[in-house]
């Protein structure tokens, strides 16, 4: 076959490759057994030359009977088919893993800045709770009107620092002046009647001795004069008339003593209780004379112990009430602290129970001294008393934050107080599972201070709990954090 009528390159190679079998020999191994078989000397004979060794495959392919078109097996597992049946499978695995093992969870995104996230930690649990106490002094006076009238004088002004008798105003009440005049005069008049009566008991008495002194004399001159005239009567020697006019004047005088004597007897026990009432009578009368004289001294407003004077702007002739607060009287340097409690703690609240305050850097200890027993608008007031060093500088009026504790302090699981617990109540939060994600989880709070819960259930040392407010989550139950 002449070179100038082989087919092309292309067409020879694509030839080659259907028809030759798989492991064609390479071209000089072929060329070699073609010689061999005396094909390729007519070959070589008709066209002068030595083809390459594709013309050759080519050539051969076409004459020789062992290299002819033969029928081809059908592999049944391609590489076209395992890649197809292959990426089926993986498709249908996807969808099986996506439908049984997916989170199908409703999900939120979030901004991982705008929210609060705490470590839940083992810690020191104190039960208190925060209240605001006014500072007061620990003992105070207070100033009010025993009697009306208008204001005469003002001789302390407000502020001013006072001893015990100190004149604070002076008041005029000109009715109560005359008033207690009269009944001044009345009562002296009363005293004086007693007085009297006093007198006439007295008299009465000195009478009555009088007359058993006088009974007595007589007894004592007749008695030995009777005894003398009986014995001369017996012997004859004085006359019977003079005997017996003797006898009868000594009689007398003795039955007049026993009848005077039983009279100054009765009369001595009814003169004792005449006395005794007059007199209670008259110290009565003199006491409340001595209490109507004071009466005008109530016009006069004294400071009752010493301290400084806190008292409303007063003008000279302004009217006062009985009854009316005019000031009060504090004692200085010394200070208590009234705080008004929620009712709802009163079961928890009793004498003695401790708090602390921070003052100027530091923190100062007080104790409850006085529980009042009147609730007003749901609340209680208690009086609490410093513990040791009060501080320097507080003032009457001032405010403090204290911290009022409730019961003994233990170790507990400690979740930091935040705005999640008016969303949930304490009965779940969001807990991070990993780093960029939270989920929801049940958990139950106990005890609460201003700073911790009490952990009960459903957290353990180390969670990290979303803290800050959940009103914009929803009701999503996984969080994802931006």
């Known amino acids: ?14 030839i080659c490759h259907k028809r030759l079998p ?7 191994k072929y060329v070699q057994e073609c010689t061999q078989n005396n094909r390729i000397l007519a070959l070589f004979k008709q066209n002068k030359t030595l083809l390459g060794p594709w013309h050759v495959c080519w050539h051969e392919a076409h004459h020789s009977p062992k290299l002819m078109d033969r029928k081809i097996e059908k592999k049944t597992w391609t590489v076209k088919r395992i890649a197809t049946f292959g ?41 208190f709770i925060p209240q605001t ?55 002296n008049e009363s005293i004086n009647r007693a007085r009297e009566t006093r007198l006439n008991i007295m008299r009465n008495d000195l009478e009555q001795r009088q007359t058993l002194a006088l009974i007595d004399n007589q007894l004592n001159i007749l008695g030995p004069q009777y005894d003398r005239q009986k014995k001369l009567f017996e012997k004859k020697l004085i006359s019977k008339q003079e005997f017996e006019r003797t006898e009868a004047d000594y009689k007398y005088n003795v039955e007049r003593r026993r009848i005077t004597y039983e009279v100054y007897k009765n009369d001595s026990i009814d003169r004792i209780r005449q006395l005794r ?26 400071a009752p112990i010493d301290g400084q004077l806190s008292t409303p702007h007063w003008e000279i002739g302004q009217a006062v009430q009985t009854g009316q607060r005019l000031g009060q009287v504090d004692i200085v340097g010394s200070y208590k602290v009234r705080v008004p409690i929620d009712e709802l703690y009163l079961p928890k609240i009793s ?6 305050t921070d003052f100027a850097g530091k923190t100062y200890l007080l ?4 529980i009042y027993p009147t609730i007003t608008n749901g609340r209680f007031e208690v009086d609490m008393d410093f ?40 009965n779940w939060v969001y807990v991070l599972d990993r780093e960029d994600r939270a989920v929801k989880r049940n958990i139950k709070l106990g005890r609460k201070n201003s700073e911790n819960f009490e952990v009960l259930e459903g957290l353990k040392p180390g969670d990290r709990v979303i803290t800050s407010s959940y009103e914009n989550f929803g009701n999503n139950e996984v969080l994802i954090l931006k």
């Not at 003992?139 to 100190?166: F, Q």
């Not at 110290?283 to 001595?290: A, D, G, I, K």
């Not at 104790?367 to 006085?370: D, L, M, S």
């Not at 507990?412 to 969303?423: A, H, I, N, S």
């Open 22 to 28: 798989p492991g064609c020999p390479v071209a000089d």
């Open 367 to 370: 104790k409850i001294t006085y």
């Open 87 to 127: 990426g089926i499978g993986l498709f249908v695995a996807f969808v099986l893993y996506m439908f049984i093992f997916s989170d199908r969870r409703s999900t939120l995104i979030i901004d991982r800045d705008k929210i609060t996230i705490a470590e839940v930690k083992r810690g020191e649990f104190k039960e």
């Open 351 to 356: 004498v003695g129970l401790p708090a602390t």
């Open 133 to 187: 106490g006014t500072v007061e002094p620990s003992r105070t006076v207070y100033l009010d009107a025993i009697e009306g009238g208008n204001i005469k004088r003002i001789v302390s002004e407000s502020g001013k620092m006072l001893r015990k008798g100190d004149v604070i105003l002076e008041l005029t009440n000109l009715n109560r002046e005359l008033s207690v005049l009269q009944q001044e005069a009345s009562f």
């Open 387 to 426: 513990d040791g060093q009060t501080p320097q500088g507080i003032r009457r009026g001032q405010s403090l934050r204290m911290r009022i504790e409730l019961g003994q302090a233990s170790e507990e699981l400690l979740l930091p107080v935040g705005g999640f617990y008016k969303d949930t109540g304490g």
């Open 1 to 14: 076959m002449p070179y100038a009528t082989m087919p092309d390159f292309g067409l020879f190679n694509s």
């Open 277 to 302: 009432a007059v007199t209670q009578s008259e110290q009565q009368m003199t006491r409340s004379l001595e209490g109507v004289g004071k009466i005008l001294d109530n016009l006069v407003i004294r």
